[in-house]
């Protein structure tokens, strides 16, 4: 069987989605390789055509994976969304995949959904056609960029090929880092500083609490009635 193309590439909008497709982009470097995952393909030098750098980039693109946040149609006020304008990179981008053949996969971010058919371009109708995936930048982010992988090896790397030369793999467990995101640690830190509140407090009345006693004590010795001198034994 012929081998297809093997290069995977985020398209992604930085206003929307750029911090959580960093963060994909390494889990994908780490997986497939470095030389074999690409964004930011809008970064050309000066004076080239995006459409021929494109066309060239795309010549080898085993997928592309449309990283959609809440607010990837990018609506401006009083003007039409960017993704309608048929000059915006991330149109071209996708549409562009789609003309090929490419295969098309949509990421959705944090609880994104994908846009209706009103709000797109005609010639981005078929995205809402594929099958997407939700990405969760919080505890679940490893586990689906897990099931992404397995999904993209079938597209990109059917033949099973070892990745190039990738980052060393991050000592933490996933597991380990997913439960470190969860924690919400502006909330864990005002608990520590009421428990030590109420440690002190508590402290303060134990010390009170003792000087009252030893304060008692003292009173009680100084009311005593006095001891009256032994009497000299009567004579008989």
């Not at 915006?88 to 789609?98: F, H, Q, S």
């Not at 490419?102 to 609880?111: E, K, Q, S, T």
Request: charged share 25%.
């Amino acid at each position: 069987m012929v081998r297809g193309p093997s290069t995977i590439i985020l398209s992604y909008r930085r206003e929307d989605s750029a911090g959580v497709t960093g963060r994909i982009f390494d889990r994908l470097a780490q997986e497939f390789g470095i030389d074999r995952v690409f964004m930011d393909i809008d970064s050309m030098p000066a004076g080239v055509d995006f459409h021929d750098h494109l066309q060239k980039i795309l010549a080898g693109c085993g997928a592309l994976l449309v990283v959609i946040g809440k607010s990837w149609r990018s609506q401006r006020k009083g003007q039409p969304a960017r993704i309608m304008d048929p000059d915006d990179w991330v149109r071209i981008e996708v549409e562009t995949a789609l003309e090929r053949g490419i295969p098309v996969v949509p990421l959705l971010i944090d609880g994104a959904a994908l846009p209706s058919r009103e709000q797109l371009p005609e010639s981005l109708w078929p995205l809402l056609r594929r099958n997407a995936l939700p990405v969760d930048s919080g505890r679940d982010f490893h586990a689906q960029l897990s099931r992404l992988v397995r999904d993209l090896r079938l597209q990109v790397d059917p033949g099973g090929t070892a990745p190039a030369a990738v980052a060393p793999a991050p000592s933490v467990q996933p597991a380990a880092v997913a439960a470190i995101e969860a924690i919400n640690w502006r909330s864990l830190g005002r608990w520590i500083l009421l428990l030590t509140l109420i440690i002190t407090i508590g402290a303060i009345a134990i010390n009170d609490r003792k000087d009252d006693d030893r304060e008692k004590v003292d009173v009680k010795i100084d009311s005593a009635p006095p001891v009256p001198p032994p009497q000299p034994p009567s004579s008989q």
